[in-house]
């Protein structure tokens, strides 16, 4: 009864708006409700106005799923489920941090966002800002908040770090980065042991591994952004290469997000057409010193735009809202997520990007790449150049 009368009213995303884990993501898509009413399950779902819309949802809700009018209550846990509005929580307001969060408030997709930061001052004044544009795109409430308010958050989204100092070794700017997790880490479980620790702060590969040892949380729930941004890249230089648009270009960089990244051009297609017969097809180069480049620039775009801006955070904030949504909305989105490698090409217990279906659970499935020699060899040094700075840290967990 339920599912039918979902399936006869709810557009695919409004389904997954209500939060109804059961209904399928995939569920075709009928003729959608009445606007009045979906006017109320958006402005519901989006925690404004909240004692009366409750009201009027949960009123709308019980009719539609009782055929008896007297039987109009749904059970307790489900009633709380639905009346939820998401929330996410940011550590480390920085750069990344409050690009993310201002992304997120213009998607909607969330009626609660927290953001949390040693320098209060600076947080207060960023929450500040962020809120005078509520009134102008969507309802939600934003506060700067403290590690307690990561209770109930469905994603923590962690970009707290510190920049390389003067002389200072990449590995000692590992090792204070992972000091800080030790500390942020346990502080966020504490208060939160159900929803996902999606992190950004780098060396991202390392500190997601060290996330995952520090809250005990099992790898499904700990993501890394990983080469999200890497693979945006790499389709947007390939989409300007071929006159695509980058949506249409299937390829993805896999490994570590940093310098042993892979390119899997074995693999690489558009709309399903290999590269080679594509361009040969259509009269598009894609030589060998075409894709050299292609992948040069992708490699080092970080390093190219630090040394002309300071920093990177516009792509990467779009990068960690798609996997947010991907997750909130049960999308299932395959994305290059850092992750536990599940056993794959003879690795395991390092964390590396491979294309993941991301659901509402996190990691639902790591995508097994049939990879060429060469891309196994070079996915597998990238495993070992990941592993070394692992080792060199890994004691700050162990204490
Ligand atoms: P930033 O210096 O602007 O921000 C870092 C923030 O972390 C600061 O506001 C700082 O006060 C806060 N912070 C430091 N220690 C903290 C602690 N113990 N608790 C709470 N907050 C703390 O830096 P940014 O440009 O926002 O970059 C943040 C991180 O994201 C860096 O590690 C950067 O390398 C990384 N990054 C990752 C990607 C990616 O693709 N994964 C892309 C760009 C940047």
């Given at each position: 009864?339920?599912?039918?009368?979902?399936?006869?009213?709810?557009?695919?995303?409004?389904?997954?708006?209500?939060?109804?884990?059961?209904?399928?993501?995939?569920?075709?898509?009928?003729?959608?409700?009445?606007?009045?009413?979906?006017?109320?399950?958006?402005?519901?779902?989006?925690?404004?106005?909240?004692?009366?819309?409750?009201?009027?949802?949960v009123m709308f809700l019980s009719t539609l799923f009782s055929d008896e009018p007297e039987e109009n209550g749904l059970p307790d846990y489900l009633q709380e489920e639905?009346?939820?509005?998401?929330?996410?929580?940011?550590?480390?307001?920085?750069?990344?941090?409050?690009?993310?969060?201002?992304?997120?408030?213009?998607?909607?997709?969330?009626?609660?966002?927290?953001?949390?930061?040693?320098?209060?001052?600076?947080?207060?004044?960023?929450?500040?800002?962020?809120?005078?544009?509520?009134?102008?795109?969507?309802?939600?409430?934003?506060?700067?908040?403290?590690?307690?308010?990561?209770?109930?958050?469905?994603?923590?989204?962690?970009?707290?770090?510190?920049?390389?100092?003067?002389?200072?070794?990449?590995?000692?700017?590992?090792?204070?980065?992972?000091?800080?997790?030790?500390?942020?880490?346990?502080?966020?479980?504490?208060?939160?042991?159900?929803?996902?620790?999606?992190?950004?702060?780098?060396?991202?590969?390392?500190?997601?591994?060290?996330?995952?040892?520090?809250?005990?949380?099992?790898?499904?729930?700990?993501?890394?952004?990983?080469?999200?941004?890497?693979?945006?890249?790499?389709?947007?230089?390939?989409?300007?290469?071929?006159?695509?648009?980058?949506?249409?270009?299937?390829?993805?960089?896999?490994?570590?997000?940093?310098?042993?990244?892979?390119?899997?051009?074995?693999?690489?297609?558009?709309?399903?057409?290999?590269?080679?017969?594509?361009?040969?097809?259509?009269?598009?180069?894609?030589?060998?010193?075409?894709?050299?480049?292609?992948?040069?620039?992708?490699?080092?775009?970080?390093?190219?735009?630090?040394?002309?801006?300071?920093?990177?955070?516009?792509?990467?904030?779009?990068?960690?809202?798609?996997?947010?949504?991907?997750?909130?909305?049960?999308?299932?989105?395959?994305?290059s997520v850092s992750t536990l490698v599940p056993g794959y090409y003879g690795i395991e217990d390092v964390y590396l990007s491979l294309p993941s279906v991301i659901g509402?659970?996190?990691?639902?499935?790591?995508?097994?790449?049939?990879?060429?020699?060469?891309?196994?060899?070079?996915?597998?040094?990238?495993?070992?150049?990941?592993?070394?700075?692992?080792?060199?840290?890994?004691?700050?967990?162990?204490?």
């Amino acid at each position: 009864m339920l599912l039918t009368t979902l399936h006869a009213g709810f557009t695919v995303d409004e389904m997954v708006d209500l939060d109804l884990s059961y209904a399928p993501p995939y569920a075709p898509v009928w003729d959608p409700v009445p606007i009045a009413i979906r006017q109320i399950i958006k402005k519901v779902s989006s925690g404004i106005e909240r004692d009366r819309m409750i009201e009027e949802r949960v009123m709308f809700l019980s009719t539609l799923f009782s055929d008896e009018p007297e039987e109009n209550g749904l059970p307790d846990y489900l009633q709380e489920e639905l009346l939820r509005p998401h929330k996410v929580v940011v550590v480390g307001a920085g750069q990344v941090g409050t690009t993310f969060a201002y992304a997120l408030l213009l998607s909607g997709l969330v009626g609660e966002m927290a953001l949390i930061d040693v320098n209060r001052e600076r947080l207060e004044g960023e929450v500040m800002d962020l809120n005078h544009a509520v009134p102008l795109s969507n309802p939600m409430r934003i506060w700067a908040g403290d590690y307690p308010d990561c209770a109930g958050a469905d994603v923590v989204v962690v970009a707290a770090g510190t920049a390389q100092r003067e002389g200072e070794t990449r590995l000692d700017l590992v090792k204070r980065n992972t000091r800080i997790f030790a500390d942020i880490i346990p502080r966020i479980t504490e208060h939160n042991r159900q929803g996902i620790l999606l992190i950004a702060t780098n060396p991202v590969d390392v500190l997601s591994y060290a996330a995952w040892k520090l809250s005990g949380f099992p790898a499904q729930r700990v993501i890394g952004s990983g080469t999200v941004l890497d693979t945006a890249r790499f389709r947007h230089l390939l989409g300007r290469q071929l006159h695509i648009d980058p949506r249409n270009v299937h390829a993805h960089i896999i490994g570590e997000h940093g310098d042993s990244e892979v390119p899997v051009w074995s693999m690489a297609n558009v709309t399903g057409i290999g590269l080679e017969r594509f361009c040969g097809r259509h009269s598009c180069h894609l030589g060998a010193k075409e894709r050299a480049e292609i992948f040069r620039q992708t490699r080092d775009a970080a390093y190219e735009i630090i040394e002309r801006k300071g920093a990177t955070f516009y792509a990467v904030a779009v990068g960690i809202l798609r996997i947010v949504e991907s997750i909130l909305r049960n999308q299932y989105t395959v994305l290059s997520v850092s992750t536990l490698v599940p056993g794959y090409y003879g690795i395991e217990d390092v964390y590396l990007s491979l294309p993941s279906v991301i659901g509402r659970a996190g990691v639902e499935r790591v995508v097994y790449l049939p990879l060429t020699k060469g891309e196994t060899e070079a996915f597998c040094n990238s495993a070992d150049v990941v592993r070394d700075v692992l080792d060199g840290v890994q004691d700050i967990w162990s204490d």
